[in-house]
């Protein structure tokens, strides 16, 4: 990709590249450097005393976000939650587009805002709100210079800033942070060396299996990706990150809601990426993954699976999937190794399918138009 005119481009985006390797690229590789810095984090702890004090008053805990953050969101309430059974305390922990926190908060209890960059719009007003509704507030980020910041309370600040817009570092970080209060919340021995280690062992495993998952995606016309528990977290990013890195049209569907009736509307032209990593409540899940695969046989829907060890077991072979990304066996706590697995399997998935389809995914298609108008249409309006 070569530009004549790139007087548009200033500070404010990312490094202008005119092909791989991408900042992206770089992004994944320097993952595995995240996980002693931010699991050693000491705000970690203000923040999981909160969490413990919000739910032992039985108060709404609510992470906020847009976009990846979002997800990260998702991630670190799913992350929150668990630790909160295992201390068996009763409290709830819920995921919410910061958008819809900012019109409609909860009152009293603890509001995290996730914003790698420190200055999305949506998530400053919702912890705005959050305040003027009594509760505490919590921010994780990079940028605690930034505007969300200035409504934070409490703010877990991370180590690496994401240098490509199609963000990677951005969610792995959330995650990470999430787990970092989980642990404080209710230890599980979870040491830093162990999350590199399996990290660096993930992007090995993945990165050797995405080539022949790409190539079976982009011929379709949409794509689909379906999990459920935690592999609902990575059935939606990933679906962002092809949209946004490939730009292939991707829609998340929950494993139920997908067999329930969206796949009426699946057939050759909709490859399906199925992810069974979340080893709770297995036998159900995998009852339900299975009945997928059987139906997309007679449909033609091609099927890339993101699999562990045991869901690889039973399920692969299976005459409807045609690539299996393995993430292997879990060495990490439930549900953070699930989390993290399918994290680096959908970023390596979506690389390769950047490199199939010839695109730049760290500007996110501002280098075209009309996207960088429309982008700076959206930028207008002050979000």
């Not at 590789?29 to 000491?42: D, N, V």
């Not at 709830?92 to 790698?116: C, F, K, M, T, Y």
């Not at 549900?335 to 994290?343: H, T």
């Amino acid at each position: 990709m070569t530009l004549t005119d790139t007087s548009w481009h200033d500070p404010t985006f990312p490094e202008l590249r005119d092909g791989p390797p991408w900042l992206m690229a770089e992004m994944i590789a320097a993952t595995p450097e995240l996980a002693r810095p931010i699991l050693g984090a000491p705000a970690a702890a203000d923040v999981a005393a909160a969490v413990v004090a919000a739910a032992r008053a039985r108060d709404p805990i609510v992470v906020v976000g847009c976009g990846t953050s979002l997800h990260g969101a998702m991630a670190v309430a799913d992350l929150l939650e668990a630790a909160l059974e295992r201390a068996s305390l009763r409290g709830s922990v819920e995921a919410r587009d910061a958008l819809e926190a900012a019109l409609q908060p909860r009152a009293g209890g603890l509001a995290i805002g996730v914003s790698h960059d420190g200055a999305t719009r949506a998530t400053a007003l919702a912890l705005e709100a959050a305040t003027l509704a009594g509760a505490r507030t919590g921010l994780l980020t990079r940028r605690a210079d930034e505007a969300v910041a200035k409504h934070a309370e409490l703010v877990l600040e991370t180590t690496l800033h994401d240098r490509s817009w199609c963000h990677t570092v951005a969610f792995s970080s959330a995650i990470l942070a999430g787990a970092a209060i989980a642990e404080r919340v209710a230890p599980q021995g979870l040491d830093g060396g162990a999350a590199e280690a399996r990290l660096r062992e993930l992007l090995e495993r993945t990165g050797a299996a995405v080539d022949p998952a790409a190539a079976a995606l982009l011929p379709g016309r949409l794509t689909i990706a379906t999990g459920s528990g935690a592999d609902r977290v990575t059935a939606r990013e990933l679906g962002l990150k092809l949209e946004e890195g490939a730009h292939r049209p991707t829609a998340h569907r929950d494993l139920e809601m997908l067999l329930h009736g969206h796949l009426v509307a699946c057939g050759d032209d909709t490859p399906i990426v199925l992810v069974a990593v979340d080893d709770r409540g297995r036998p159900r899940r995998l009852e339900r993954a299975r009945h997928l695969l059987d139906a997309a046989v007679p449909l033609g829907a091609p099927v890339v699976g993101i699999l562990d060890a045991q869901a690889a077991e039973s399920l692969g072979g299976h005459p409807a999937l045609r690539a299996v990304v393995p993430t292997g066996r879990a060495t990490l706590p439930t549900p953070l190794d699930a989390i993290l697995a399918g994290a680096v399997a959908l970023q390596t998935l979506t690389l390769a399918a950047v490199h199939h389809a010839g695109t730049n995914p760290d500007l996110i298609r501002r280098e075209q138009e009309p996207w960088r108008t429309a982008a700076a249409a959206l930028d207008g309006g002050g979000w």
